[in-house]
């Protein structure tokens, strides 16, 4: 693992909010882990339209999940992939490409679901899930108030809270 | 390693590699340790021909972290601008020159960087020399594709088989069975690969456009040439700097940087030969005639810039407004 | 805790700005001239300096020492680099003996001895630029290139301004920047345009210096861990008080690109100057004043000096008028 390979987090740039088709790659690794979005898969195809080799494999439990790693490692360059899964299965599937080779521009992520999003907190350095429209939030571990800020740190794995004293808060 | 600036040396040992090309050593004047480079890296050679100075760079051939020394390997080219010849013709055992600090325009992928691999044509193996050493030093995995006429031609032939067994692929022209380096090999590299191409000009191009072909993302397309592509007629122009209100023509003997620099103004610059976008410059106003080799097609369009050690003013236009 | 004493040592920032014209963000890097390429510098301030240094260092290590195991090489180059530079320059008070690889560090400045094996970082107690950092009072980063960015892979901060080696940790010069209402006077966006110049133009043997400059009132170190109480304060600044409260905060910058780990390596000498002290130099009052009067909104918030930057300027106009007065 290198410390500077992307992370999946609510706002990457490789989510998508459908699957588009491009002609920049000699083929297509589609890896479905979640049946509920055959529809989208299936239009996927469709629209390569017999275009562009493409691969499917669908991954219907855990233990299959975990081959993942060997079928990413043997595909050449020149493949994009598309995956389509609920959060965690997105987190690790996304992940092992990246350990792959593969690029964020060459991936699109079609997520099932709720996204995560977490807080670190500038005060005591602690990491705490967040809902998606929360602004402020009181951390967990040292109880100070922290106002989400809107930069990310793939190191730390969350956004910014920056620790205020909610009595001088001012609004400017 | 004290001062910044220049660097004194002397010849401490020349080797016939093959029949056109010479390896040069180089030792500090002032017996310090020497600055470690990284794979890659090349250096500004500066020599002294009467009131003339020569000034080419030359990639590093000697091993990164080897601080007593540097070497270079030249092959001597009776087309080009007279550098080359200089070096085999005139340089002897115990010269003294200037160099610059190592610079490196050509460095070693990271992101995503699961497996690097080099063509070379002729004289372009140099800069894959270090490259492949820093790989080896981190336990990286790589391969080289290397084109020569002949097996006599090829230079570090025997100390490239003895090193990296089973890495190497050599394509010799002139054989009683030619072999011809193609770009068909990159359709089978896995995911994760690097290419790195370093050669003629002709042979860059072909390799780019099949990589592009083949679906490589551009992050993981790498190249470095050794002269300004020859793109048309040099016309003369006048550039107006903004900055300090200066105007600077430029005749049909020289680039735009030499110019500016002999005008006394302080235009930044490495490579001078297109490659490095060191001396970038924004437009303000005016049409540039794009002739460097560092851009992306798409991004000479978007951005009002220009590379000043190659580009000009396109031929309708009589002058540029620079921010300089 | 301390304050420029000798103005011929502090870096004021606006030297290079036109009379009668304002401050905006810009690709403002100098190439330095041939014989002000060496970073180390020692003031009158130089002990103290260095004690409130190694105290923050140890009070909080986690919030001021930030690195990757896989840096020791590149900590080691600096290392040489830097003892370099102090012999070469102040050969009084610094002496570097060398044994082979073992090493030894003379500060007479501080009469202390540093020995360890060059390269051997199990040699000594701290990582190598921690251990060598802490004989210089200059803050120092090392943001490595790889492929189109620079990244943030060591970082000893001492005296921040909205800086934090625990957080920038591991970021892109982008991703660093992008709190930064960083664009120019005509509005073009300035962070990659700068990222690409430091990539392209900080090469070896060939240093490069800026200088940034804030407002801060009464302190010397501000970073987003501590926002809670400092951020408060700044409204206790009144026209009558800001000439002693609120001091002129200039970091010169330096950056030297490293030739073995292609790194640059960013150095930061952090002066302050109170308001009150810029009478000292007339024509430094006038142009100080001229230029506060004119920040734009986004850049004052960014700053975080908005909430005291008119009753400083306040302050400055009624010393300029008094010292009218007086001349007249
Ligand atoms: C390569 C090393 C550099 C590092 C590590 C660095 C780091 C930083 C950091 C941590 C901040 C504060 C960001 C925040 O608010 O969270 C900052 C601010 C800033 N940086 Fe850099 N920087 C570097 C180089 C540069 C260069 C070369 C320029 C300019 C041309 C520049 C221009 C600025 C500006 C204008 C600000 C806003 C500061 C203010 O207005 O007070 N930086 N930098
Ligand atoms: S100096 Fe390198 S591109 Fe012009
Ligand atoms: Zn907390």
Known sequence: MVYSNPVLFDKSVTIVEKFTVRQDCRKILIISAEPKEADAIQQLIDEINGQTEYELIEFNDETQLSHVNEILDQQKMGTQLYISAKWEDAVSIFAAAIEAGFSEGEIQTLISGKKKRYVYCLKCYHLQEAAAEETDIVCDHCQISLEIGPFFSRERKGYIGYPYNPAFATTN | MKAFGKIEVYVGKIVQETKYIKRFHLYPVDRELLPAFTGGSHIATYVKNGAETIERNYSLVSHPTDRT?????????????????????????????????????FPLAFKAAKHHVFYAAGIGITPFMTMMEDLTAEGKSFELHYAARTKEDCAFYDYLMAKYPGKCHFYFSRTEIPKKMTPVTMAEHRIGSHVYFCGPASMVKEFREAAESYGYPSYAIHFELFAVADKGPKNPFVVKLTNSNKKVAVSEEETLLEALLKAGVQAPHSCKVGGCGSCEVQVMEGEVDHRDHFYKDGERGSKKVILTCCSRAKESEKELVLEL | MYESTNL???????????EGSNYRYSNDLRKLEKDHTNCVVITPEYEKQIKRKRELLKEQPAVRFQSYPHTMAMQWEVVEMLI?????????????EKNGNHWTFHNYILNETESF???????????????????????????????????????????????????????????????????????VPLAERVRNFLIRNVLPGEPWTRINWNLMANRWDVNYETFDTWGPTRFLVTPENAGDLVRLRVEEQFFYRMPRSNAILFVLNTQFLAMKDLVLRPEWLNQTYSILSDIPKPMAEYKGFSPFIEPTVEYLKNLVEKIEFQTN
């Open chain 3, 8 to 18: 011929d040592l502090f870096p004021y920032p606006f030297h290079n700005i036109k």
């Open chain 2, 69 to 105: 020394q540097y070497a270079i390997a030249i092959r001597k080219d009776d087309h080009s601008r007279g550098g080359s010849v200089y070096w085999h013709d005139e340089i002897k055992v115990g010269d003294r020159l200037e160099i610059s600090w190592p610079k490196n325009h």
């Open chain 3, 117 to 187: 094996i060059f390269g051997d970082a199990s040699s000594i107690e701290l990582e190598p630029l921690d251990l060598i950092g802490r004989h210089f009072t200059t803050d120092f980063v090392l943001m490595v290139h790889r492929d189109d960015n620079l990244y943030l892979e060591v970082a000893q901060e001492s005296y921040a301004a909205l800086f934090s080696p625990h957080w920038n940790k591991g970021m892109t010069f982008d991703e660093i920047h992008a709190p930064v209402p960083f664009v120019s006077r005509t509005g």
């Open chain 3, 84 to 96: 370099e530079m102090a012999v070469d320059r102040y050969p009084e008070h610094f002496q570097v």
